[in-house]
């Protein structure tokens, strides 16, 4: 019955409606996911509010919440994005194109193609506007708003303006500790380099080069960087010590569960259950293009044969001149190759942009020049890159790391091989609908995880951590109340 129930689900996932749904939400830049556990956040504090508090912490809850999350959501990137419309028509041609990624590697140089006189105008303007967007967002968020919040709450508790009380050492240390713990999630290990590729001298302005790009262009790196500051700015503009304690515990706990959580528990569940974490809109590249090889049932073997790479090549790979990084320019592949692989080689390289004037190819792509696998086609591969990095591979102005395009390639032989493995239990043919069964397992599996994670996240930063935040309040303080409002009510 079970088994049954499970097929007739697995039968009615339209692949492409739900692979395109899955890989939407689950891209690195797309706000909406975060902005939708935002919702639930601020129904789940100010409801815990309203339990301790009555009126006035639920008032305050509201108010909060939700001005916090619409700053804290979308006021640095729109910020940013108003200060580079102001740059482009005051500076004009003294900054280059401020859409172009400053991220660097033996693979991809997109500031590269920035005029050298015009980088390191362009480099601080980047700068520039996107940690004074973070910064302004905050100061706002950590310094204003709490004021703002205190004013309306005295008027409609009809007490007097009452200065905030500066909170202990103690607690400046843990909101610079835990800044300095952000700071350090911010940096990315793929443009380590950044300071040799924009030529700047300074150690310093690298690193707010380095700092900026990942706030650019990843929504949690983005939003951990606001929250260092909002941090500080609670903690600082806080009532008294305790009010203080609270905004620490509840927005250090809650940072993880917003930007983290949910991928690590995806993870983890893949892990378990051997799911494949492949992006779903590359699987529906991945299964269209098994569907034009395959219009028959064909053996198992035969099927390995076309997919797996078997091909005995080392003495091929051997002739290639591979720098260190095991990248090798097109050019000088010309006297090595055929002129037949030389045209599949010019086509592998256009996988990514040319780099300084120079095609280059990675040592797989090179492996995918002497293969005769369906999955080592070009156009196949193009399309199938793009999906994987949602369209950012070949686009000249936008950073992928080597990582993450030798990733999209090297998932394509592991899916397939699952395929191969799952479908061996069974019998000793394979045809697209047994491909097509299983990628939709996948997809289900991988739709089901998500949901998890985020339903687990909701449930942490809606109930439990408020729930935690208002006992352990009371367990410190000996009152169940606001801890705003204990100076006010004796």
């Known amino acids: 019955m079970k088994i049954n129930a499970a097929h007739n689900l697995i039968n009615k996932i339209d692949l492409k409606k739900t692979a395109k749904a899955l890989s939407w939400v689950k891209n690195p830049a797309n706000i909406v996911p975060i902005a939708a556990i935002e919702g639930a956040v601020i129904v789940g504090r100010s409801y815990r509010g309203y339990k301790r508090g009555g009126k006035d912490e639920l008032r305050e809850r509201v108010f909060e919440e939700t001005v916090c999350g619409l700053f804290w959501l979308f006021g640095a990137d729109l910020l940013r994005r108003g200060i580079n419309k102001v740059g482009e028509k005051v500076l004009g041609n003294k900054i280059g194109n401020l859409n172009v990624d400053i991220g660097y590697d033996e693979l991809r140089n997109p500031f590269g193609s920035i005029s050298k006189s015009l980088q390191k105008s362009t480099g601080i303007f980047k700068v520039v506007s996107t940690i004074g967007a973070v910064l302004a967002t905050t100061t706002f968020i950590g310094f204003g708003l709490p004021r703002i919040k205190q004013k309306i709450s005295n008027k409609f508790r009809g007490v007097g303006a009452k200065k905030s009380s500066t909170p202990n050492a103690e607690l400046d240390k843990n909101a610079q500790k835990n800044n300095a713990i952000s700071d350090k999630i911010t940096a990315d290990k793929n443009i380590a380099q950044a300071e040799k590729n924009i030529s700047f001298k300074s150690n310093l302005l690298s690193k707010m080069l380095l700092l900026s790009h990942n706030i650019d262009n990843n929504s949690a790196v983005r939003l951990l960087a606001t929250d260092a500051g909002i941090l500080t700015g609670r903690a600082m503009s806080s009532r008294n010590p305790d009010e203080a304690v609270e905004y620490l515990f ?36 991945l299964c269209e293009e098994l569907k034009k090889k395959m219009p028959k049932d064909i053996s198992l073997e035969e099927f390995a044969k076309a997919t797996f790479k078997k091909d005995d090549i080392s003495k091929k790979l051997a002739s290639i001149p591979f720098d260190k990084k095991n990248v090798v320019e097109l050019e000088k592949l010309k006297d090595i190759l055929t002129a037949e692989e030389f045209k599949k080689a010019s086509e592998l390289a256009k996988l990514q942009p040319v780099r300084d004037g120079k095609a280059l190819l990675t040592k797989l792509q090179v492996e995918d020049i002497f293969s005769s696998s369906w999955l080592s086609n070009p156009e196949f591969l193009s399309r199938a890159t793009k999906s994987a990095t949602w369209g950012k591979s070949e686009d000249p102005t936008k950073f992928v790391s080597r990582k993450q395009i030798d990733k999209a390639r090297t998932i394509l032989d592991d899916f397939t091989e699952s395929i191969y493995k799952n479908i061996k239990k069974k019998k000793d043919t394979i045809s697209y609908q047994d491909i097509e069964n299983f990628a939709k397992k996948n997809i289900l599996k991988s739709s089901l995880f998500f949901l998890l994670g985020t339903a687990i996240s909701v449930f942490a930063l809606a109930w439990a951590i408020p729930k935690m935040q208002t006992e352990l309040t009371a367990r410190r303080t000996g009152k169940n109340e606001n801890p705003a409002f204990a100076e006010q009510n004796t």
């Open 250 to 285: 509840r927005d250090t706990t809650s940072s993880y569960f917003y930007t983290f959580a949910t991928g690590n528990i995806v993870m983890l569940l893949n892990l378990l259950s051997k799911n494949k974490n492949i992006q779903p809109n590359e699987l529906m590249e």
